[in-house]
Structure formats: C-alpha cells, structure tokens
C-alpha cells in the first residue's frame, strides 16, 4: 500500500480540507487512541504519520463520506452547474462535517471519554467551596503558630493570613471559571453542529 508520511499538522489541515474537520489536538488524541493501527513515525522533535493508512483508518471508524481521490487537497475549479450549484455543494460539505463532528463525539461519549460540562462545573465549584474552607480552618493556627515564633500580634497576623487566602482563592477562581467558560462555549459549539446536522437531514 502506498504511504505517505506528513506531520499531524499537515494531516489535518488535509482531513479537513476534504471535509473531514478536525483541528490538531483532536487529531493527536485520535492518533494515541488508535497507535497501534496507526503508529507514527519520529522526524526530529516531531513525529509523522502515514495519510494514507490515517484516511482509510477514520473512513473505516467514523464513516467520514469523502472522495476516495481527496487524499490530497484539489485545487478549486470553476463552478460546472452555476451559482445553485455552488449552494448544493456547500451544503453537502457542511452537512458532512457536521455529521463528522456527530459521530466523533458520539464514539467519545460510547468510550466515557467525555464528560458532561455541568458535572466538571459543578466540581469546579465545589473545589474552591472545600479550598476556601480548609484555608480558613487553617489561618487560626498558623496566626498561632507564627506569632509565637516572631513575636507577632497574633490578630495582624491571622488579618494579613486572611487578606493572603482571599487573593490566591480569587485568582484561582477566575481561572477555574475561565476554564468553564471555554468548555460552555466548546459544548455550545457541539450544540450547533448537531442542529445543522439534523436540520440537513429532515431536508432530505
């Protein structure tokens, strides 16, 4: 079987060049998922992986329906049918990805790959209600703790404690939310691909 060795990047921007829409982090989980059918090859600091065998291997998992001859990217052409056409074609190539997208997070949902975006909210949050409680709990005793072993006024101390624990819990909070934020607007996404992909089949 012929080969073809080209880096990940490469490959998906050729995946979704041919409709299969994929970026290249998804493509590196999809590659260790799947790296004994599909091992890669190390170029330097990089590594390589047969398009090829890759195309066979997600049209036979997936069930992406693309061109056989779109293994390499073809270069556009004039429009044979007019500007419908050009509709219809659009239309087919967004349904297809769509429909890509749906079978990619469907398989990852059979595999408890992933995770619902209330569940990893709702833990998030209760990661600094319990952060925010055991640095409370904690204060007492270091202000103790420290104004015995300086010299201390113990009350500045466990204020200047409490001022501390107030500002990391902030930052981290915003960071923990900004996170979240990124998932909603991810699941949102999916949201969105999955109502293009049944609106595309009930015109059928």
Not at 2 to 25: F, K, M, N, P, Y
Not at 56 to 70: C, F, G, K, S, Y
Not at 84 to 92: L, M, P, R
Request: glycine share 6%.
């Amino acid at each position: 079987m012929d080969e073809d060795w080209i880096s990940i990047t490469e490959a998906a921007a050729r995946l979704t060049a041919c409709g299969d829409r994929v970026d290249r982090s998804t493509l590196s989980r999809y590659l260790k998922q799947h790296a004994e059918a599909l091992p890669l090859k190390p170029d330097g600091k990089s590594n390589l992986v047969d398009y090829v065998a890759l195309v066979l291997h997600r049209q036979e998992n997936i069930r992406i329906r693309v061109a056989p001859v779109a293994v390499t990217p073809r270069s556009p052409g004039p429009a044979s049918g007019g500007r419908f056409a050009g509709s219809q074609a659009d239309g087919a190539a967004r349904k297809a990805r769509a429909d890509a997208e749906m079978r990619e997070m469907d398989l990852a949902a059979r595999r408890k790959e992933l995770t619902p975006y209330s569940e990893v909210d709702q833990a998030g949050r209760d990661a600094v209600a319990m952060m925010s409680s055991a640095f409370e709990r904690a204060i007492d005793g270091e202000a103790s703790s420290l104004s015995l072993k300086y010299g201390w006024e113990e009350r500045v101390v466990r204020l200047a404690l409490k001022n501390f624990s107030r500002a990391g819990l902030a930052a981290f909070n915003r960071q923990v939310l900004e996170k979240l934020d990124a998932m909603r607007r991810r699941e949102d996404a999916g949201d969105a691909a999955a109502d293009l992909a049944g609106q595309s089949q009930s015109l059928q």
